[in-house]
């Protein structure tokens, strides 16, 4: 369930993620989530509330991928991506092995995402 992982990267983010429906004055209402079932609201604690999601959305991702230094490459042996949150790569002039570590999935954001939960599960969640 993409909305409950994106709920989680919030919290690691250290934001306050809106999961019950505060009517229109923000858009968080029922018919939003139907249409946007992957996407939460997230309170910043600076006054500002913004959608996130952090599995499909480039910029939503990418912003975490390099704060947490995740790596993302495409896995060489899966029709996936691999993620990683630590060194698990191989990379030599012949090919890339993976060797540690690591999160396959077919999406490549929603793999990266997957990968900081397990790494930061004992510290935060």
């Not at 996407?39 to 975490?64: F, H, L, N, S």
Request: some cysteine; hydrophobic content about 40%; proline content about 8%.
């Amino acid at each position: 369930p993409e909305f409950e992982i994106n709920v989680l990267i919030a919290r690691v983010l250290g934001h306050r993620p809106i999961t019950e429906y505060t009517g229109t004055q923000i858009g968080f209402t029922p018919e939003f989530h139907r249409d946007h079932p992957h996407t939460v609201w997230v309170d910043k604690g600076d006054g500002c509330i913004e959608q996130c999601c952090y599995t499909r959305d480039p910029g939503d991702a990418t912003a975490v991928i390099f704060q947490f230094k995740l790596s993302l490459l495409p896995h060489p042996y899966l029709d996936a991506w691999a993620a990683s949150a630590g060194p698990s790569l191989d990379i030599n002039s012949d090919s890339i092995e993976v060797t540690g570590p690591h999160i396959a999935h077919q999406q490549p954001f929603l793999a990266a995402m997957l990968c900081l939960l397990d790494s930061v599960r004992d510290d935060v969640l």
